[in-house]
């Protein structure tokens, strides 16, 4: 081996899906005590590559070499046998288990021929104040918040000795505290001698904890670069060209109230929230984590129950957690959970577009299957959606493409308020731009949006208005000339606005750059 500090190599991968190149002669390397960065759009092949390694997939060609020695990967156990570790947005924990069950899951130490669960515990005790987190090996993995199962997760992998550790979008859920925390814990690893493979779609993550990064696009590798690189340099890279604006808003005169809620209220969740969204206007919602930011826009489309207050779309009154009447109203929304509440991830691109309006397209009991199939077609190819064809499954798409089609459905249904909770949360910087130029073609046709994000800056560039919550309620507004960080973050730890309690108190800031 040519570096003795060498811990993976990948040469010449290649690995295609019935009409895609997913990854075409890729080259990566990753020494001990590094943090290398996998940077690319959704859809360039950092999933493909990082579930090759876990054992997911297996390469057409190329080769994997773990220690100078050539390796095969053919499922899960082989990966954990070289000590290769994959942390995946998706969660991989079974929630009614206990924290300590699930590091040790399927390896459970035994005495006598049972589980020895003194020992389990005992040993998950140590990995987790290894990483420091403050929980039991006893509690439930449902009743952790997103921070912690993270945590869990690392630990986890900890469990298997991991040399090669893949993170893929760690902090895509996380708060800056949380955030500077998994910092700390993965500098530690570092200077243990682990080898990290990073994936994120946050720029400013890269010089703050990287050593090196590895651009992928359309499959290929572009560039392998500094951490210390500057941002432009790693988009252009990136997607193949600039960005000249990262947050293209086109303001617009606003005109009629679309949305109008007044004092809606949930006992302990949230209390006399009253705004209104006017067409052509995106109002943006700032907030700290438990502000009640989510549980009111959910309330707003129906999903959620409120006690008392009101809902109008251009005047009309909507009959409250009714999200049918909602969505015949006009009202759509785009989850934070695009997976687990935006999507049926096993069913086609064509049949996820043609959810909201599959009731308008049946007649006599059959749905006119070719009008929705026409329709699908022109939305997907106006949204630019990244597919072998309308028959592929969503679960197959990127990050990027899912989010095109979650809200391609809403366009379709021609929405007069569109609600869009955390839009970009795990995109690429190419993709988000899209996504933004998107929101201002639905302004400038005359449709209203709300939009939440934790992403402080995302809320100043894309909004006309921001509201801030505080507590459950609305601690103030601020004009899109008003509205900065300093002022949005001074409303939004006021206390001032009420002492409601939205079931958690923590006080981590929204993201900034």
């Known amino acids: 081996m040519s570096n003795p500090d060498e811990l993976l190599r990948i040469e010449g991968i290649r690995k295609t899906f019935p009409g895609v190149v997913a990854l075409d002669g890729v080259d990566f390397d990753l020494r001990r005590g590094e943090v290398h960065v996998l940077l690319g759009e959704n ?6 590559l990082i579930k090759m390694l876990s054992g997911a997939y297996r390469p057409d060609s190329g080769r994997v070499l773990v220690d100078g020695e050539e390796v095969r990967i053919h499922a899960a156990q082989d990966a954990e046998r070289l000590g290769i570790a994959t942390i995946y947005q998706e969660f991989n924990l079974v929630p009614d288990l206990t924290v300590a069950e699930n590091i040790f899951l399927g ?23 290894r990483v420091g987190v403050n929980v039991s090996p006893r509690a439930r ?9 993270q945590m869990v997760e690392i630990a986890k992998a900890l469990s298997l000795d991991a040399r090669v550790l893949i993170m893929d979008e760690p902090t895509a859920v996380l708060t800056s505290e949380e955030v500077d925390k998994l910092f700390r814990i993965v500098r530690q690893l570092r200077e243990d001698g682990v080898g990290i493979v990073f994936i994120t779609h946050h720029l400013e993550e890269i010089a703050a904890l990287g050593d090196r990064v590895t651009v992928l696009r359309d499959g290929k590798s572009v560039g392998q670069v500094p951490a210390s690189t500057p941002e432009d340099e790693l988009v252009r890279l990136m997607v193949g060209r600039s960005i000249e604006q990262q947050y293209p808003r086109a303001r617009a005169d606003a005109g009629e109230a679309l949305l109008s809620v007044r004092g809606l209220t949930r006992d302990g969740v949230f ?15 700032a907030g700290l984590v438990g502000a009640g930011r989510t549980e009111v826009v959910r309330a707003v489309f129906g999903a ?29 929304l785009v989850p934070e959970d695009r997976k687990g509440q935006g999507l049926v991830l096993d069913a086609s691109v064509e049949e996820n577009l043609g959810l909201v309006t599959m009731r308008a397209a049946t007649r006599g009991g059959l749905v006119d299957r070719k009008a929705q199939r026409t329709a699908a077609a022109r939305i997907a190819e106006q949204l630019g959606v990244r597919m072998a064809g309308l028959g592929q499954h969503v679960r197959t798409l990127s990050g990027g493409n899912q989010q095109k089609v979650v809200i391609g459905k809403w366009l379709l249904a021609n929405t007069k308020v569109l609600i869009l909770d955390e839009p970009t949360r795990g995109i690429d910087v190419g993709a988000k731009v899209e996504i933004y130029q998107l929101v201002n073609e639905l302004t400038a046709a005359g449709a209203a949006v709300l939009m939440i994000s934790s992403d402080l800056p995302e809320v100043l560039g894309m909004s006309d208005r921001v509201l801030v919550m505080a507590q459950g309620r609305i601690a103030g507004e601020l004009s899109a ?32 750059h």
């Not at 859809?43 to 493909?48: D, E, F, L, P």
Request: charged residues 25%; aromatic residues 2%; without cysteine.
């Open 43 to 48: 859809g360039a092949g950092k999933s493909t």
């Open 107 to 129: 390896r459970q130490p035994r005495r006598f021929g049972m589980v020895d669960r003194k020992r389990m515990e005992a040993e998950a005790a140590v990995l987790l104040e």
């Open 141 to 149: 993995v449902r009743e952790l918040g997103i921070a912690r199962l």
């Open 271 to 285: 209390h006399d929230v009253s705004f209104e969204v006017r067409a052509g206007e995106v109002v943006g919602i």
């Open 304 to 332: 959620d129950p409120y006690d008392t207050g009101s809902v109008h779309v251009a005047g009309a009154q909507v009959p409250r957690h009714d999200v049918g009447a909602a969505m015949t109203a006009g009202i759509g």
């Open 481 to 512: 000339d008003e509205a900065t960080q300093d002022a949005v973050m001074a409303l939004a730890v006021s206390t001032n606005s009420g002492s409601t309690n939205t079931g958690n108190t923590e006080k981590e800031a929204p993201r900034g």
